[in-house]
Nanobody, 119 residues
Framework: VQLQASGGGVVQAGDSLTLSCAAS????????MGWFRQVPGKEREFVAAIVWGGGSKYYADSVKGRFTISRDNAKNTVYLQMNSLKPEDTAVYYC?????????????WGQGTQVTVSS
């Protein structure tokens, strides 16, 4: 199983960014997908999750109303649209897949993509 996250970068506060995570080696449409983030020295934290069919989505309070998770099962890809970015959103963002869980711990993890938001 491979989860390849991409789309990170350096942006200014208030900007938008979309992360993508392409999955392979699994039946993507049967997996719940999640986004997590981690800052050096801190624990990895939940950001957003979407169930296998896309019908239910969940968000951390810190990103609710600014971030949107979505998926395209035909493309085996999950997205994280991030709007109104803040410096505190700076982190390495990871995508993850699990057959049953929506929160942590997930079974499969990607390699992460860095998002840096400057003030």
């Amino acid at each position: 199983v491979q989860l390849q996250a991409s789309g990170g970068g350096v942006v200014q506060a208030g900007d938008s960014l979309t992360l993508s995570c392409a999955a392979s080696g699994l039946t993507f449409s049967r997996y719940n997908m999640g986004w997590f983030r981690q800052v050096p020295g801190k624990e990895r934290e939940f950001v957003a999750a979407i169930v296998w069919g896309g019908g239910s989505k969940y968000y951390a309070d810190s990103v609710k109303g600014r971030f949107t998770i979505s998926r395209d099962n035909a493309k085996n890809t999950v997205y994280l649209q991030m709007n109104s970015l803040k410096p505190e959103d700076t982190a390495v963002y990871y995508c993850a897949a699990d057959r049953f869980k929506l929160m942590s711990p997930y079974h499969y993890w990607g390699q992460g993509t860095q998002v840096t938001v400057s003030s």
